[in-house]
């Protein structure tokens, strides 16, 4: 494994880091600003323009798409190891991926295209989502069962002549409150009587579709996320056409498996980055404050957490680097149980270095005047997002016992 930044990847970082600097980090407030004025107007669920005006910048820098590899259609896109450091930087700003066309839910949605969705479909849904003019939605947890196991998904998709009707409810479907939300992709059971893993289909529904409603915005730790949002969808009889289904009746594990990998190690990449501005935020704080007659700087415990949080961050993006690489080399499959050790690790160590970050400003820590509480909040959600700590561990030490494990042989035929 050889994870020195090429000669390209250098170049792009530069530009990106410039970009940041530039045009990322001196509008932190303007952001804020923006949302409050229109929350303050009646209707928070508007797309900023600042965020519209920086997309236009960061398509002319080429820093755009960066995220998808091997697709003709967005040949600026780079493998999972190149991206990292990139995806990292993005990571420090929250609003910040969205400015290049590399944010969440988009970018496992416009994978999940690119891999298993018609010629037809990517020409109507995948190229104007990759020209930044609209926006999709995911459609997977649903408020009745328990969606960590996504067997229990219990939303309809049955076959009905050339279209299939959905019925169901669905939440924390992150986007949907954006108008310019245009299409979902719903995770539904379409074949009840098949085995298992083979009873879920994913299908794409147009969002103006009749029958759907969006109920309401779902708030994390009193964030409502606007304009972006996580939504509770109600779907009634909604019918599609029959080729909006994605690979086949049946074949919805098949394609999570295929988008959640990229996904869940997009989340540890830019929670990397928040993990590194919060370390640099808490030691200009520190380096700034004197208490009882000293540095805060100079209290050993404080260095101990300083020392910790570095040694932890490093690791940290060691284990993603790791995952990235086997990804492209060896294929996401291959890579499921690191994908799975550093989707439990990158955001756990986040939350550790920002509460400690938190902890270094006192009160002001706790307040929107530092982007640390907002931070804390989305970090914490990353620990239930794309499947929980519980699940990730379970599977992890699966993999670990496996190896243990006796191997029964067939007896010998006579």
């Given amino acids: 494994m050889h994870f020195q930044y090429s000669d390209k990847v250098q170049s792009m970082r530069a530009r990106l880091l410039a970009f940041m600097d530039q045009h990322i980090y001196p509008n932190e407030r303007r952001f804020l600003e923006e949302i409050a004025a229109n929350r303050a107007a009646g209707d928070a669920w508007v797309p900023t323009k600042l965020v519209e005006e920086l997309k236009a910048k960061a398509r002319a820098e080429g820093l755009w798409n960066l995220f998808l590899p091997n ?65 999709s939605a995911f459609l997977m947890t649903e408020p009745e069962v328990a969606s960590s196991d996504a067997t229990n998904i219990a939303c309809r998709i049955e076959r009905d002549g050339d279209h299939y009707v959905i019925n169901g409810r669905k939440w924390w479907s992150s986007g949907a409150g954006d108008p310019r939300c245009a299409v979902y992709i719903v995770m539904g059971r379409s074949e009840p009587d098949a085995p ?30 606007a304009p972006h949002g996580h939504m509770e969808v109600l779907l009634e009889d909604v019918r599609v056409p029959a080729s909006n289904m994605l690979l086949g009746p049946g074949r919805g594990f098949e394609i ?20 590194e501005r919060a370390l640099e935020l808490m030691c200009q704080r520190l380096a700034s404050r004197v208490a009882f007659g000293k540095p805060i700087a100079a209290q050993g415990v404080w260095q101990e957490r300083v020392a910790e949080s570095r040694m932890m961050i490093e690791q940290a993006r060691l284990l993603t680097l790791k995952a990235a690489w086997m990804m492209d080399t060896v294929g996401n499959k291959t890579a499921r149980g690191e994908i799975a050790m550093i989707k439990v690790v990158a955001p756990n160590i986040a939350l550790q270095v920002l509460d400690w ?5 006192g009160a002001a820590g706790v307040s929107d005047d530092f982007p640390l509480a907002y ?29 243990y494990m006796p191997r029964t042989t067939a007896a010998p035929v006579k």
């Avoid at 298992?196 to 969006?214: C, D, E, F, N, W």
């Fill in 71 to 135: 697709s003709p259609r967005a040949p600026e896109g780079l493998t999972n190891l190149e991206y990292a450091p990139l995806c990292e930087i993005m990571g420090r700003v929250p609003f910040a991926a969205e400015v290049f066309n590399c944010s969440a839910p988009d970018t496992g949605n416009m994978e999940t295209l690119e891999r298993y969705a018609s010629e037809a479909l990517k020409d109507e849904w995948l190229e104007p989502l990759l020209r930044g003019e609209i926006r």
């Fill in 256 to 275: 999570a498996q295929g988008r959640l990998g990229p996904g869940r190690i997009h989340h540890c990449m830019r929670s990397i980055g928040m993990a």
């Fill in 196 to 225: 298992r893993h083979a009873q879920q289909s994913m299908i794409l529904v147009p969002a103006k579709t009749p029958g759907i409603t969006v109920l309401r915005p779902l708030s994390v730790f009193g964030y409502d996320d």
């Fill in 375 to 403: 931070a804390w909040a989305g970090q914490r959600t990353l620990r239930l997002a794309d499947g929980p700590d519980e699940v990730h561990r379970n599977a992890i030490a699966k993999f670990e016992l496996g190896r």
């Fill in 357 to 361: 970050a938190i902890q270094a400003h």
